[in-house]
């Protein structure tokens, strides 16, 4: 019987005391009570173990209680103090719920249990003014930490000519770049904005030179750049401003051809910017300069290189009746001029050949938007000259490695250190024997 009030009461004292006729916890303590009541007065012989386990188990209503209906030792009753050993010798322990007990200590007394049991659960829940169980005390929220804030972008530049005779790479950096003229009237003014580009020309620096002067200033006469607030979201910012982006480079690139055709040009160049609009970092390339953010370290490539063995890329230029051939690399071919001419890109600015008569060519960019995130420490923009030889996460640790030796006994990033950093990628370039023309600029992102 004592081994039957020690489950029984485990399971109710794990059942809400607040509960209503016909819940669980009446089910259990009716159940319990006439169970008691029976065996007091001889009416039933004393069960197995596992028959009451099992009778209580079927009783209650949540599994989750059933794990408190088994055996235990008995133990120490700190709430009123009364120890129960925990062995008798010749008989089994006593267990009392609480301090009532029959008169001949023989346990629990049956009928002070539902006072006992009001009186457990008034000590563990206290009640309110109405007699209602008080409200549990909801752990306050911490504060809410305030959101980093991002200042001014650094930048710096480093170039060099690699084994090459001449410099076909340009770049641009403009700090504070705002929209001019009609555009300007959508600005909000409240945004910070600037632009980096890098462009790789090839077959001479002409086209090169013109998107270095000229590419930032076309976009800023876009209406879709002035309005882009900056904030991550909203379809209809996003697709104003992927126009203004691919706008800005149609007309660079027919003001290069109309050039190219006056004066018998045949060269061409990759492009690729980056527009910080905001926290909002906006990037548009034709050809295969690349730009790879440092997020928390690690390397995230942020654009694709436009290459003629790029499936998509390869299946758009023979759609278009052009070839692409393996000559030292996959290259697409034309004969425009009479003989065969290769290029090794898909995208460009210029090269007038392979966009006249067909369009093999095209300048159409690429566009992406990523949202700059506190753990965001740089982005490096480069031509290939430096990804030639360097994979991403390799130029990544290298311009980690320098910020980290440029930043000691240093509180902020400034555009000197950028520029150690863009120095410290081309050493690194030109040690891994690049060939090509390498150019790499760094934006340092500053937290506040």
Known sequence: MHQIVLKTFKSIANIDASAEDGSPYQEAT????????????????????????????????????????????????????????????????NVSFCDELDE???????????????????????????????????????????????????????????ARPYMEDRHTIVANFQPSGAAASALDAGVLRSFAGVYDGHNGAQTAEEAAARLHMLLAEERGFASCAGKGTGAEEGEAMCEALERAFLRMDAQVLNRARAEGDRDGSCALIAVR???????????????????????????????????????????????????RCWRIITTARGTNTGLAVSRSLGDLDFKEPSIFVECTPEVGRVQMLPEDSLLIMASDGLWD???????????????????????????????????ALVMAALKKGTLDNVTVVVLLLRWD
């Open 389 to 423: 030889v360097l994979l991403d996460q390799q130029a990544v640790d290298i311009a980690e490695e320098a910020l980290k030796a440029q930043l000691e006994g240093k509180s902020h990033v400034s555009d000197a250190i950028a520029k150690e950093v863009s120095s």
């Open 277 to 327: 609009v905001g926290k909002c970092l906006w990037t548009a390339h034709a050809g295969d300069c690349r730009a790879v953010l440092s997020r928390g370290k690690m390397a995230v490539p942020l654009t694709e290189d436009h290459k003629p063995g790029l499936e998509r890329e390869r299946a758009r230029v023979e759609r278009c009746g052009g070839r692409v051939e393996m000559q």
């Open 30 to 93: 009716s159940f319990a009570l006439q169970h008691l009541m029976a065996r007091s007065r001889g009416k039933l012989s004393k069960p197995s173990h596992m028959a009451d386990e099992a009778k209580l188990g079927d009783r209650a209503a949540k599994p989750q209680h059933q794990q408190n209906v088994t055996a235990s030792p008995a133990r120490s009753s700190e709430a009123n103090g009364h120890t129960v050993p925990g062995k008798h010798k010749g008989k089994r322990p």
């Open 104 to 162: 001949d200590g023989n346990g629990a007394n049956i009928l002070t249990l539902a006072e006992s049991t009001k009186k457990r659960f008034a000590r563990e829940r206290p009640m309110d003014a109405a007699g209602s169980p008080a409200a549990l005390p909801v752990p306050a929220e911490p504060a809410a930490l305030a959101e980093p804030s991002l200042g001014q972008l650094c930048f710096g530049v480093s170039q060099a000519r690699g």
